[in-house]
């Protein structure tokens, strides 16, 4: 793994980058509401999970029970963060889809490379005194940059920071919402594209239970059963229509009936010779 010079700005600062996760000292983050934390060990000292919800402001309609539960989940869990990964591309948009939640956020003027940035001048002014050149997306896409997850690294040694494009696409988050679940532990993505119910109250004790132990929770008989509800419905209407058929006589097979109807009834709103 290539070697940084800590830009000269952030000597003396090293608690941004002060664990020995590969993924976690590659994270710049802030709290709800706009402070930059600037002590990773300590922000993260009894965290084992680490929740990744990239999310964007158009994305989060709908999502009002996802948002209490994971709220709920980040305020109730010391062994738990969850840190919000904005794919907008303007930033007041992304501010307000998450200002109002008790979650950690990656700064967003990082240059992501979702979309071409309008940036103002204060935040190049910012960009430039941090010294900063983040990861983009492009560079872990073609394996320019890669990050050793699986083990850990000496925590005196500076890093380039993932933007919020590089963490998106090493989530493999192609759409919003986008979950993943990374284990501290072990140093690695357990778990990618973890639908929102899985926060759910009935759920998530369970499933923060195996996420703590490195697993990643299997996928229930009652999960199969709502993926399939509407074709098993169709099927049994189907299985019910031949029984009545067969039992009652050809008089109830009135599907060929109907279908010629129909077809009879729109030629005709067509102007169709019939």
């Known amino acids: 793994m290539p070697s940084y010079d800590i830009p000269a700005d952030l ?18 983050l802030e709290d709800q509401h706009g402070a930059p934390l600037t002590d990773l060990a300590r922000a993260f000292d009894e965290v084992e999970v680490v929740i990744l919800y990239a999310g964007s402001a158009q994305g989060s309609n709908n999502l009002r029970s996802f948002h209490r539960e994971l709220s709920s989940l980040a305020m109730r869990e010391k062994s738990a963060r969850v840190v919000y990964v904005s794919t907008d591309t303007d930033a007041k948009t992304a501010l307000a889809a998450a200002a109002q939640f008790p979650w950690l956020r990656m ?38 940059e890669t990050v050793p997850y699986g ?47 899985a926060f759910s109250s009935d759920r998530i004790g369970k499933n923060l239970h195996t996420w703590r132990n490195g697993g990643t929770p299997g996928l229930r008989v009652a999960d199969v059963a709502r993926a399939l509800r509407l074709p098993l419905l169709v099927l049994l209407l189907a299985a019910l229509y031949q029984l009545v058929v067969q039992v009652g006589g050809q008089q109830y097979n009135v599907l060929p009936g109907l279908i010629d109807q129909f077809s009879w009834r729109s030629r005709e709103l067509k102007g169709e010779p019939i």
């Open 11 to 28: 000597i003396g600062s090293s608690g941004l980058y002060n664990v020995g996760d590969p993924l976690l000292r590659r994270l710049r």
């Open 107 to 144: 700064l967003f003027f990082d240059d992501s490379d979702f979309a071409p940035m309008q940036v103002s001048v204060v935040a190049e002014v910012v960009e430039v005194a941090r010294g900063e050149e983040f990861v983009q997306a492009s560079e872990i896409e073609v394996g320019a």
């Open 151 to 197: 083990s850990e690294e000496y925590i005196r040694d500076y890093v380039r920071p993932l933007s919020r494009a590089a963490v998106a696409m090493s989530m493999n988050a192609y759409a919003t919402p986008s979950i993943s679940v990374y284990h501290v532990p072990t140093h690695r993505f357990i778990a990618r594209n973890v639908r929102p119910g």
